[in-house]
């Protein structure tokens, strides 16, 4: 087993950490939607940045909103966070917004809500403090995803996919929480003491 | 010492409120009613309030611009995931108004601004409001973004050129090692090679020149010298044609400066050389031809001298039989011989120098060139009763190449009075006009032998294009057309009215000296 890869006990633990974030996220979404919502249970994998770009091939020919946060620590690396325009829209219709820089900045707000309360919340389980960056925001068809920056400069990605559901109205979005190879380093650490503890 | 010293500064003052007053940043503390708590320093330079004015206040109030809905929402969220949210420059461009009047234009009125909402005090429910100017940066990012298209597009155009240059233009290059490093995908295509079969080939033993020792070092020696050379090269493709090329040898430099190889660039000559090829054939069939009908006109213009000569002889004879040949008779007779044999020899040199081609050129009359024409062509002229003028300027003169010009004016005259021959008509007229202007001289040749029809008369400076009823090659008037155009620098052209044929002949009045063999 490859050293940045997690075993099963890792990753049930990761999981586990993330069903946790994900109740703090819930909540959160809630709040800034003025609205009941959930969250489906996320599913969690660790994969190679290269894996990514190969599934994201099933994007093809759609159109996404593509919003990324850098965050910062002992655990550091970048969300990234893809909504599709449907997606966008609902958003737009259930916050009243006006104009397109509206949607982008609700857009960037979600992006900050769940990456923000699913990475600190991971943070906080694993006893580190990270501070994270004004997040930044593009509207791109799939065919620039393969050259975008963000995607090539990392090794790994913790891949969340998550409905959040609302007022019957539907977000889809794919979060990526892309990692370096040191970071990754650490998080398998951390998982292995919380393991070692739970024994 | 000094440590103690700086410990005791730092506790006598209060270093957080210090650097917060004097922080490049704005900022404001409010709760989720937004009520102001605290309005820093910056803030007040910038908006020209006062803190004391503005404390307890509404922020909304204070800044009526303020989106009451997405400000308590970010600050509901920031305090409900004690981490901050944020409003970004690039999206909201600014929370507060803050004029900007800047030498340098940014296009923007107002500051732009990024605002992180921090959670300060999550159970007095209050924010902190940090707010940065970003306007150079946001202006310097739309900059950025409007170069970057701009470099896009031009990329796109750049590989939509280069594409095309690879399809359609021939070349290929050479490094100092003379290794083949590059060939278009035209060159490969007209050869029917692929890459692996040039590239990094050695240049002359891909070119086969070895045995080409001259063109070899000529080659090299414009290789050294980094001098551009032309030069034709017969190339066999993969199916085993030859074909031409006419290869340009450009030495290539990178964007510094230095000298990285050469661009040979080719251009496909074989279509080109094969009508080289046909042309000299036509020509010199043309020139058969044209001989052909010169001797028939040698034998007409030889008729009338040989009969004098005949009738001298018979009449000699008769004499001689009759004994009264006296000795002034025969004295007489054999001047007369001798006078007319002398004309019949120089009719021969007239035709022989008519198909010499001139090396020199000659500064001549005008009317001296139609009257060596018209010499030899009077007998028809008259025979056929074709009323025959000039209206030539005695003065004007031409610099050019008379033989190829005489022949021309013989080609002209002798196709109208064949037109007349074949139909003959009353008032047949051939006008011969000339005139000059600054640098040309202009000849203009009009008969009244039933005209051109209208849908043939583009082409009858065609090659194998022919009106007449027999024995018409179809070459004369292209021979002209040619020898006009490609050795007397002047152009024929054919028009036709009614009963009327007009040529007409612009010519260089002053030809340069640069004629080929024809």
Redesign the interface.
């Known amino acids: 087993m490859s050293e940045l890869s997690l075993t099963q006990d890792e990753q049930d633990v990761l999981q586990e950490l993330m069903n946790i974030a994900y109740g703090?996220a819930t909540?959160?979404v809630a709040?800034?939607l003025?609205a009941f919502a959930t969250l489906s249970i996320p599913n969690i994998r660790l994969i190679e940045t290269s894996a990514l770009l190969h599934e994201l091939k099933g994007l093809e020919g759609e159109s996404y909103f593509f919003s990324t946060q850098a965050f910062n620590g002992m655990f550091s690396g970048e969300s990234a966070f893809f909504i599709d325009t449907q997606s966008a829209c609902n958003l737009a219709k259930h916050?009243?917004l006006e104009n397109d820089?509206?949607l982008?900045?609700a857009i960037?707000?979600l992006t900050?809500?769940l990456t923000?309360?699913l990475t600190?919340r991971l943070a906080q389980e694993m006893n580190a403090e990270i501070k994270?960056s004004?997040?930044?925001?593009n509207k791109l068809p799939y065919n620039k995803i393969q050259t975008n920056k963000t995607l090539q400069e990392y090794s790994q990605v913790i891949v969340i996919d998550t409905e959040i559901n609302f007022k019957d109205q539907k977000i889809n979005g794919e979060i990526f929480i892309l990692t370096k190879d040191g970071s990754i380093k650490w998080l398998k650490n951390q998982l292995s003491s919380i393991l070692e503890a739970l024994m | 010492m000094a440590k103690e010293s700086t410990e005791q500064y730092f506790r006598s003052i209060d270093v957080d409120k210090k650097l917060i007053a004097n922080i490049d940043n704005g900022i404001i503390i409010v709760d989720e009613a937004l009520n102001i708590y605290y309005f820093n320093k910056w803030l007040e330079i910038y908006t020209h309030l006062k803190e004391k004015d503005v404390l307890g206040e509404k922020l909304n109030s204070v800044f009526a611009n303020i989106n009451v809905?997405?400000l308590q929402?970010?600050i509901?969220?920031a305090l409900?995931?004690?981490?901050?949210?944020?409003?970004?420059a690039?999206?909201?461009?600014y929370l507060i108004p803050i004029k900007i009047n800047r030498i340098k234009a940014s296009g923007f009125t107002h500051m732009r601004q990024?605002v992180?909402v921090i959670p300060f005090d999550t159970e007095k429910r209050l924010v902190a409001l940090i707010i940065s100017d970003q306007t150079s940066i946001v202006s310097m990012n739309i900059l950025l973004e409007l170069n970057i298209q701009k470099i896009e597009d031009l990329n796109k155009e750049l590989i939509r050129e280069k594409n095309i240059i690879d399809k359609r233009v021939l070349f290929m290059k050479i490094n100092n090692e003379y290794l083949i490093t590059d060939c278009s995908q035209a060159y490969m295509d007209l050869l029917g090679v692929q890459k692996i079969d040039i590239y990094l080939q050695n240049f002359f033993n891909y070119e086969n020149l070895k045995s080409a020792e001259e063109l070899t070092k000529e080659i090299l020696n414009h290789i050294q010298e980094k001098k551009v050379y032309k030069y034709e090269k017969i190339t066999l493709t993969d199916k085993e044609k030859e074909i031409t090329l006419l290869n340009t040898l450009v030495p290539e430099y990178d964007k510094n400066g230095m000298h990285i190889g050469f661009i040979i660039f080719s251009e496909n000559i074989t279509s080109a050389k094969l009508v080289q090829k046909q042309q000299q054939i036509l020509l010199q069939n043309s020139r058969t031809s044209a001989m052909g009908e010169m001797i028939s006109m040698i034998a007409h213009q030889w008729r009338q001298p040989l009969s004098v000569i005949n009738t001298i002889i018979a009449t000699l004879k008769v004499k001689k039989e009759l004994d009264v040949l006296d000795d002034a008779t025969l004295e007489e007779s054999y001047d007369k011989i001798e006078k007319t044999v002398s004309y019949l020899s120089d009719t021969i040199d007239d035709f022989r120098n008519f198909f010499k081609t001139n090396k020199e050129l000659s500064l001549i009359p005008i009317q001296t060139i139609f009257d060596k024409a018209t010499n030899l062509l009077m007998g028809d002229i008259k025979a056929y009763k074709i009323h025959y003028t000039e209206n030539i300027s005695d003065d004007i003169k031409i610099n050019t190449y008379k033989n190829e010009l005489i022949q021309t004016l013989i080609n002209i005259l002798k196709n109208s009075i064949d037109a007349f021959k074949d139909t003959p008509r009353e008032n047949q007229t051939l006008t011969v006009k000339v005139w000059e202007e600054p640098r040309y001289v202009i000849i203009e040749i009009e008969d009244n032998a039933g005209g051109i029809k209208e849908e043939i008369v583009g082409k009858v400076l065609e090659p194998y294009f022919s009106t007449k009823s027999k024995n018409g090659t179809g070459l004369g008037l292209y021979l002209c057309k040619t020898i006009v155009e490609e050795h007397l620098n002047g152009e024929l052209t054919i028009k036709s009215k009614g009963v009327n044929t007009t040529s007409i002949i612009k010519l260089a009045k002053n030809l340069e000296n640069k004629k080929e063999e024809i």
Do not use: C, G, H, W
């Open positions: 703090d909540a959160v709040e800034m003025d916050l009243d820089e509206d982008d900045d960037l707000e900050n809500v923000s309360s600190i994270f004004l997040p930044s925001i | 809905k997405t929402r970010k509901r969220t409900k995931m004690d981490s901050p949210s944020f409003y970004i690039s999206n909201s461009k990024d992180s």
